[in-house]
């Protein structure tokens, strides 16, 4: 709090000037912030990011409500932006990495947030938000110096959140037994899958609804085996169960 004004929502930039001395010339370090500036609502009255940043988004082709979802998100950039010029200035950015994810869709854009009632999440999509898939969904960005002159190395196979930890665990060369984490490294030949607590859940070959027993096929270049549906669906259940075992039983406290 001592670095950030009384402001609605709080400048991430802000945050990273103030922060980044305590640990800069102190590594290894491994640090973890929660960003705010993105927050919802996104008026100029409401929202102080908004606010600060409107003149970048003014001239955008949207309606005033998504551009100021784009502004009040500029200050994260901002903030990025100045992180990787301190990581640089103290020679050190080769030697990190940055791990950037999102816990949930921009759910404060519409009032309600209700499935078939999402305009302002639309238009900020692209196409009409009528489902949970086409709902939940958002990007995870891995960086580190020493790629910036590579190609991008893009996963386009389904990736959850559960995902992040086995994927650097394995980029680290941590030891882990995969057994104990519900996620797969998404950069191995282990199938991708996302499902939620609901047990819908999503391969690369489609997506399936539990409440309804349906399941899409996305890829029709290929004949999925018999039973397919089925196989994932109790593979999804045994994971569901799993997750819930291991925080009721405390498993971590006996196993180690």
């Known amino acids: 709090e001592e670095f950030v004004p009384g402001l ?38 409401g929202n102080s990011m908004t606010k600060k940043n409107w003149d970048r988004v ?40 940055i791990c950037l994810a999102a816990d949930h869709f921009p759910y404060g854009l519409d009032d309600d947030a209700a499935l078939g009632n999402m305009p302002y999440l639309s238009e900020l999509y692209g196409y009409e938000v009528t489902t949970s898939f086409q709902r939940d969904h958002n990007g995870l960005i891995l960086w580190c110096g020493e790629l910036e002159d590579q190609e991008p190395i893009v996963v ?13 665990a394995n980029l680290f060369g941590v030891e882990f037994d ?4 519900p996620g797969r490294d998404v950069f191995s030949d282990a199938p991708a899958l996302v499902f939620t607590s609901s047990y819908n859940w999503i391969t690369e070959y489609g997506y399936y609804y539990a409440g309804s027993g349906e399941f899409v096929q996305t890829r029709t270049d290929v004949t999925l085996p018999e039973g397919y549906v089925k196989s994932i669906t109790a593979i999804v259940r045994n994971k569901v169960s799993y997750c ?5 039983n405390d498993y971590f406290r006996y196993l180690f």
């Open 58 to 97: 003014q001239h955008l082709d949207y309606s005033d409500t998504v551009k100021g979802y784009f502004a009040a998100q500029l200050e994260l950039e901002d903030a990025l932006a100045y992180l990787l010029e301190q990581l640089e200035a103290a020679g050190i950015a080769d030697d990190t990495v």
């Open 8 to 45: 609605w929502p709080q400048s991430d930039l802000d945050m990273l000037k103030g922060t980044i001395p305590m640990y800069i010339d102190k590594g290894p370090f491994n640090i973890y912030y929660m960003t705010v500036s993105g927050h919802s609502g996104y008026t100029q009255t």
């Open 156 to 168: 386009d196979t389904p990736v959850s959140s559960l995902d992040i930890l086995p994927t650097l």
């Open 244 to 248: 819930d075992l291991v925080l009721d």
């Open 178 to 181: 995969s057994r104990l984490l």
